[in-house]
């Protein structure tokens, strides 16, 4: 994966190779000043898949969020939608 990912794209590579369909992940981006909110949709046989159990997985994946947005001195905020 290239160094110059952008956020979103970053949440759309993780989540595709998570789930069975990844035709249908679809990952848009709502920006703020300071923050980025990032909708994550997948097929709703794959929403276990993206939330893990307990919510380990999105919670792994909203640390390597944080981690890459903390280097472009933005706030980012993971929301899985059904």
């Not at 990844?22 to 990032?38: K, N």
């Amino acid at each position: 994966m290239p160094a110059n990912v952008s956020l979103k794209e970053l949440i759309e590579f993780i989540a595709k190779a998570l789930v069975d369909n990844p035709d249908e992940v679809d990952v848009s981006e709502v920006a703020g000043e300071q923050t980025v909110v990032l909708e994550l949709r997948v097929a709703k046989s794959d929403l276990g898949k993206v939330i893990g159990k307990q919510g380990r997985t999105v919670k792994a994946m909203r640390a390597i969020l944080n981690a890459a947005s903390s280097k472009l001195r933005k706030r980012a905020d993971l929301e899985i939608l059904e």
